[in-house]
């Protein structure tokens, strides 16, 4: 089997049930924004060897694989008829006893940190922003054409996952948390005001 097949030299790409669009049509791009999102996942956890990050490390995994069943369900136009959406409903509800259980390892939240610390941590932030842009760039589409709405709530808990993976790998690391120095108090008991 050959990788290339010439089949997008003129400025398409095939999606899910066979129709065509522009490289630069919305869909393209939110599914696209997935993969940048899942690539930065997995640069994330090549930076988790440390054995005490392996619960982390194993979660991102599994995240990897749940972001390729979004793209999935994003790159599947009304046209595809066959197709059955893979994210539901249970998928986004599986993540919020994870932010309860990863939330609580890091410092109570009262301003703006930044997105730096551990080399794990900081790949985890950077991951929440790419999913972040991803979620834009899908309600973008939902704008325009349908999209499954459990894959748009999965990509906003997502990054929220992400961003206290981030906070719990800077705490086992015991790399203190940097304060954005004009923020004001937006937390209130880890919540926001």
Not at 63 to 73: N, S, T
Not at 86 to 97: I, R, W
Not at 124 to 139: F, G, I, K, N, Q
């Amino acid at each position: 089997m050959r990788l290339y097949t010439r089949g997008g030299d003129r400025g398409t790409t095939a999606l899910i049930g066979g129709e065509r669009r522009h490289k630069g049509n919305q869909r393209v791009e939110a599914y696209g924004s997935v993969d940048e999102a899942c690539a930065a996942l997995g640069l994330a956890a090549s930076l988790m060897q440390d054995e005490r990050l392996r619960d982390l490390r194993d979660l991102a995994f599994r995240l990897q694989q749940r972001l390729w069943d979004v793209g999935a369900d994003l790159a599947a136009p009304p046209s595809a008829t066959e197709y059955s959406p893979k994210v539901e409903d249970a998928c986004v509800d599986e993540l919020e006893p994870l932010i309860d259980r990863y939330q609580e390892e890091g410092p109570p939240l009262t301003q703006f940190v930044l997105r730096q610390g551990s080399p794990a941590a900081a790949a985890l932030h950077l991951a929440c922003t790419v999913v972040r842009r991803a979620e834009r760039e899908a309600w973008r589409l939902a704008a325009e054409e349908p999209v499954p709405a459990a894959a748009l709530r999965f990509l906003n808990r997502l990054s929220d996952l992400l961003f206290v993976m981030a906070r719990a790998a800077n705490a086992r690391a015991g790399v203190d948390e940097i304060a954005y120095e004009h923020s004001p108090v937006v937390f209130r008991d880890g919540h926001e005001a």
